[in-house]
């Protein structure tokens, strides 16, 4: 529950104070479509913004394109981003520390070893447990059942949420953010194979690095390098279900959708963003500043920044064409079947 | 163990008693191909049929359409279908509940939040934890190391496995099954993107709502809404290693095979049915009644009830066709090469 | 940390000595681009081992292809594959087990049913829980928070780390190596549609069963058998994310890369290999010896050995050039149409 007048005071940038009562309350926050007489609106179309008036919504945020009502009783406020002004508003909203609220910032029921090294104000969830050596940085939140191995050392105000794995040796950032049932640190998956067809394992001596500012999705999995570091720069994003093979590195501010694979010991630049279901195979090098569609699959280095898609990876426009040429080729295998027919050349098929 | 009677007495349509012993034993159920003297067999072929007579199983459950023998030792039941008359009979030999008996119905090694609300017959495994205000229905199961966080929601006699993870605020319908590692109510994926090209999260507010009857395989992740609700709808069935973005809506009934992937804010009706590794973009629509081959991607709107298949999506029959084209590729390339030679209009290429 | 002469001793047929002095010490392994003063280094190329020379590496393990400089105050050992001698010389340096050490090898945070049997040396992590009827091998470890349920089987010297789920009746070999948050024995999906068009749910009595030497990767599911056995042979090596769905067999010494995903009851033979993402229907049959591209999409039975690739499968070789025939389509149907109307044969489209 929130006023105007706190999102008037709101450092950011990106919210400008229009006009209306200041003591207007927002006890929540909805999509225009699900507008109520008490809810904050986002709105960035004029259908969305006559829905919020119709609502009589008190706090409307309104992308600075759209021409306001002379008289409302809204409260309004002008934003150049939708996105970052929900970005600096929805934390008022956020309840989410609240779940790991606890009558002792230590669960009784967690298991903390006797060398293990945690900040001020570090919360220990039920049934979670800290390793030998491990350093757990100041304003920490580690999840019910979450699993931090010896001589992990975590950043200050990062939070594994419950039910997650951080491998021995690991290092995770400042102010990250850690999804449920991520593993962190498994083994690369390396094998030698004997002259007998046999697969010996490679030991994987090393670990992974995570930069600040990082955020792993649910269910995702990052192993550990063979002999050095995986690693994972500032600020980059991961979505759900992805997997990073072993020795990867990812450069900084990075953006990836659910189901992205790479493979091991390939490099990511900074600023990658890519759409669900990437997959990049080994041993290749991508520069900074790259977009890939949905789907795409790289096979070779990408020196160029740029949107590609497809697989192969073709330039974004050329995939595009590529892709939407796939139906037609049946039809064509008929057009070049008529044009042989007609040319008499359908003998010197049989080659 | 249970004697042909049981059947007898089953209140199933799907099952006819026809002949033989009603004091016939079976002690176990096997496939035909490995059917034993003590084992009940499903028959749906002749040759199946006949490998069970050979083995003499004490009780047959066939199909209508097979003859059955003359003269036999065992007791015959007539099904219209195999798999009704499988989800009727196996449930008299599946031992999954056993796996949750405990001495105590509350592990006295979980935590259960003084102001957390559980049913009556509520059975909570060793090292699970229910968090502040969460409301667990009568007859629940709650696996081992289950995480259920603050004011969840679950309905009578639903399962949750062992090291589940069900986020604060999340609704979990009546009957329902959830396996382990699934994640629900992990925050959606989103961020705005800074000047500076740093992204900022976007707090995830909203939550997920599963209906009755609703099945979730192991390692899915079901993020919850931005602001509203992520839904899955009455007696929809999800396999293995799925993913549900925020904001999506899936309707009831539907069966989704594994490795799905749904990115943010679309919807799909009723009776919905894919193959395994679907993927489907963002803010799209698809209507009752679809079904999708495997590996499809869907980019647009489905508007009319049917199968479709592809990348880009087209109707199954399409599908199948620009599918079985593909390999025909570099032939089709040789002959236009031909066809341009023969012709003299290699020259125009130049363009 | 070790001497020359421990390697010396090594009994492995990958390494033999050269020459240097057998006291020098190497107190870690790096990778040839980051070889250091106290280092042990593996070296294929001659760059490599100039980079090893340069950093005066104590310890040098060469590929016998390489020329060794005359003078070094290096030790030189040589063999005949580095992937080999790396399964053989980083097992020295791989403290892994340490992860598991603690004051009483059954952590008093665990539960131990009274009634499950554990072997001699055995360690159970804090809030690992082992089911009534199991059964742990000599010298296996149960990593933290991980669920052994009821009447599982598992190997001497077998390896769950942490946040593992081995359903009910399972049985793991020996030697096995169980990455974080896998799931082995979940329900297999399958549902019997009503008339109505109501799934109902075919309980799944089988089981899985693993051979020994079967190492399986991070968030993996392996769904138990309908009636009988899902079943993963000796040695059989798969990596992240996969999914093995019910009454699926693999065979021995597979190696199967991230991502691949397997339907209900196909077969798989011995020494099988992929790359990442693979997908496979139902009810096929692989034979000995296939490898298959990343990206494949198997939908029929493949009978000879041999390398494939692509959806549709085609042989490795022309599955490349399918794929490398991909981008050409836009340009085909431009060429094919300037043919057409070369030929004024564009009327008889309309067809």
């Known amino acids: 529950m929130i006023t105007a007048e706190v999102l008037q005071n709101l450092p950011s940038s990106s919210l400008t104070y229009i006009k209306g009562d200041l003591q207007r309350i927002a006890k929540q926050v909805l999509p225009p479509e699900a507008a109520q007489a008490e809810a904050l609106i986002f709105v960035s179309k004029k259908e969305q ?50 779940r790991f609220r606890q009558e002792f910032k230590i669960h009784p029921q967690s ?78 998956f390396s094998f030698a194979m004997t002259a007998q067809g046999e697969h010996k394992k490679i030991p994987q ?9 990082v955020e792993i999705g649910a269910n995702c999995t990052i192993d550990r390098a063979a002999l050095t570091e995986t690693r994972i720069g500032r600020g980059t994003k991961i979505d759900n279900l992805c997997h990073i093979a072993h020795n990867v590195t990812i450069g900084e501010n990075g953006v990836i959708a659910a189901g992205f694979k790479i493979a091991g010991s390939s490099h990511i630049g900074n600023n990658f963003m890519c759409g669900g279901e990437v997959s990049i195979r080994d041993h290749v090098k991508v520069t900074d500043r790259v977009v890939l569609a949905g789907r795409s699959g790289v096979t070779f280095d990408i020196t ?30 008929k057009q070049v079947s008529r044009l042989l027919k007609h040319l008499n050349l359908e003998e010197e098929e049989k080659s």
């Not at 040796?169 to 953010?177: L, N, S, T």
């Not at 001596?205 to 500012?213: E, F, I, K, P, Q």
């Open 205 to 213: 001596l090393g670990r992974v690095v995570l930069g600040d500012a």
């Open 304 to 333: 160029s920044a740029g949107q590609y898609g497809g697989y192969p990876l073709e330039s974004f426009r050329d995939h595009l064409r590529t892709v939407m040429s796939l139906p037609q080729l049946p039809k064509l295998r």
């Open 111 to 188: 298991f903390v070893h006797p060398n293990a090294h945690l900040g001020s104000n570090v919360t220990v969830g039920p049934f979670a447990s800290i390793g030998d050596g491990a350093r757990i940085g100041d304003f920490c939140t580690i999840g019910a059942n979450t699993v931090v191995e010896n001589d992990v050392v975590i950043g200050d105000h990062t939070l594994l949420h419950s039910l997650v794995f951080i491998g021995a040796h690991c290092e995770i950032g400042a102010h990250c953010e850690i999804h449920p049932h991520v593993t962190i640190g498994a083994d690369g």
């Open 49 to 98: 913004l006559e829905a919020a008036l119709a609502s009589q919504a008190p706090i409307i945020i309104a992308h600075k394109s759209l021409a306001l009502p002379e008289s409302s009783s809204s409260t309004f406020f002008s934003t150049p981003s939708i996105q970052l002004s929900m970005a600096a508003v929805l934390p008022l909203f956020d309840g989410k520390m609240n």
